[in-house]
């Protein structure tokens, strides 16, 4: 048996503050994270934690934050769990942050969850291994099981803003849309400030046509002085008000696409918005935009309960077949 590394305390006390800011899931807080785990990698370049860190880190601003464009967050998410695994191979966190990347940047189902269950192996307590196979078994259909690894991260980190609110989108995915709520509501109270589980409860009241109690979540939520987002909220109010949904929906598209209307940000919103309001032709141009581009989120589509009026459309069949999405399992 090999000796166990010795620890830097200095470097390791870096890491933990990084691990810290970075379960906040905010723009500050992962961006802090950033900043300890490279002083932490520059004290001690061997140890595979600091760069699975710099990996998950750069995987947030890519995925769930939208701080870092596509393709320059998605090679350094991999550069840096390629150089975990390089440093440790028996690192559980390498094997998580492995896992992770494959599944966004290459959509490679089998070997994220080969590292997954590695990781698991390796650490059983390790939260956020058990997070990240959750998202691994719900983007392949399988959310029952998804659950089970929502309940088994929370277990161990109850108090893990990002296990609570995973585990609100995994009920979502899995048309719990009761359960998603709740659960949204817990994670709400744990960090009033944080903009998931309020996103998570307003996306539900807005798939389940409460849009009224969407607007209001979002409303309630944000700062007083975020002038930007609360008139976008009010013409939201006001064009359902007078148009209803389509109005509501027209006015989103609106939204989504003020910045650049040719190459809007989110691709695979925009292609959401067109399927609301009955327009399959376009629904489907932007989803192959998105496909081109290799969006990370392509691996939602499967379970995204938006899609379910086209999912028997050869079209779709088609995409899906060519993102590589897993068979379902019999």
Not at 47 to 71: C, N
Not at 100 to 115: G, P, R, S, T
Not at 192 to 212: D, F, K, N, V
Request: proline share 5%; aromatic share 10%; hydrophobic share 40%.
């Amino acid at each position: 048996m090999l000796p166990r590394r010795t620890v830097n305390p200095e470097a390791y006390e870096l890491y933990l503050r990084g691990r810290y800011e970075w379960s906040k899931v905010s723009p500050e807080g992962v961006a802090k994270s950033i900043d300890y785990y490279e002083k932490a990698l520059a004290l001690d370049p061997g140890d595979a934690r600091y760069s699975s860190g710099l990996a998950d880190a750069y995987l947030l601003q890519v995925q769930v934050l939208g701080t870092l464009p596509q393709k320059e967050g998605m090679a350094k998410v991999k550069e840096y769990a390629k150089r975990a695994l390089g440093a440790d191979d028996s690192s559980p966190e390498a094997h998580t942050s492995m896992a992770i990347a494959v599944l966004f940047a290459d959509w490679n189902w089998k070997e994220a969850e080969h590292h997954a269950q590695r990781a698991i192996q390796l650490n059983a307590g390790y939260s956020t291994a058990h997070l990240v196979y959750s998202v691994i078994l719900a983007t392949a259909g399988r959310t029952n099981e998804a659950i089970e690894q929502d309940h088994l991260a929370a277990d161990l980190d109850p108090l893990s803003l990002i296990v609570n609110w995973n585990a609100a989108s995994t009920y979502f995915y899995a048309r719990r849309y009761d359960q998603a709520l709740a659960q949204a509501t817990h994670t709400v109270a744990m960090d009033p400030s944080s903009h998931l589980p309020h996103g998570a409860m307003a996306r539900t009241y807005e798939e389940t046509g409460r849009y009224q109690a969407s607007l209001d979540i979002l409303e309630q939520h944000l700062p007083v002085g975020d002038t930007e987002n609360r008139a976008a909220v009010a013409a939201l109010k006001q064009a359902f008000a007078t148009h209803g949904t389509t109005g509501y929906w027209r006015t989103m598209l609106r939204f989504e696409t003020a910045e650049n209307p040719k190459n809007p940000k989110d691709k695979i919103r925009v292609a959401m918005i067109y399927l609301k309001l009955g327009d399959r032709e376009k629904a489907f141009y932007w989803l192959e935009r998105a496909y081109a581009e290799h969006a990370g989120d392509m691996i939602f589509i499967n379970i995204e309960p938006c899609f379910d009026p086209i999912r028997a459309d050869p079209r779709f069949q088609a995409l899906v077949r060519k993102v590589g999405f897993p068979p379902p399992e019999a």
